[in-house]
């Protein structure tokens, strides 16, 4: 059928197909963030939770408490995490923060919130067995009332 075609016409087919193909791919990558935060296991079977303290985060000290566990929900001990927080507008500064100690798989680490805003979270977890675990987490960070 294609063949009948004139070629312009299919190659603009095979291109169209290619974008949908492209966007469908990217939508599933937002839907599969937007369920990061409640720790869901995601392809690689890794759990990774994140809570932020004070809850909900407002401008200034906190403290990042990240809890990872493999496919069968078993605590990973010394994996390495590597966190970068930043905000979607130009001229911002990534706040980064890096940790290997962890108690039962929990990890936390101090962290500053520089702005108030829309934050997102990346954390690269390296696990001992040199496998590599990245989640994002979005959170809102209020502007400092105390
Ligand atoms: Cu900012």
Not at 85 to 105: E, L
């Amino acid at each position: 059928m294609l063949k009948t075609m004139p070629r312009s016409l299919s190659s603009g087919l095979l291109f169209t197909s290619f974008l949908l193909i492209l966007l469908g791919a990217i939508v599933t990558g937002c839907a599969r963030t937007s369920h990061q935060s409640g720790g869901l296991a995601s392809d690689d079977g890794m759990q990774m939770t994140l809570a932020v303290t004070p809850d909900p985060p407002a401008v200034g000290e906190a403290t990042l408490t990240i809890t990872l566990r493999d496919a069968n929900g078993d605590t990973i001990e010394g994996a390495n995490l590597a966190m970068k927080g930043d905000m979607s507008h130009a001229g911002m500064t990534a706040v980064i923060a890096n940790t290997s100690q962890s108690n039962q798989g929990v990890y936390t680490v101090p962290l500053t919130w520089t702005m108030a805003g829309d934050w997102t979270i990346s954390i690269v977890a390296t696990l001992p067995d040199g496998n590599i675990v990245t989640r994002r987490f979005d959170l809102t960070v209020a502007s400092d009332m105390r």
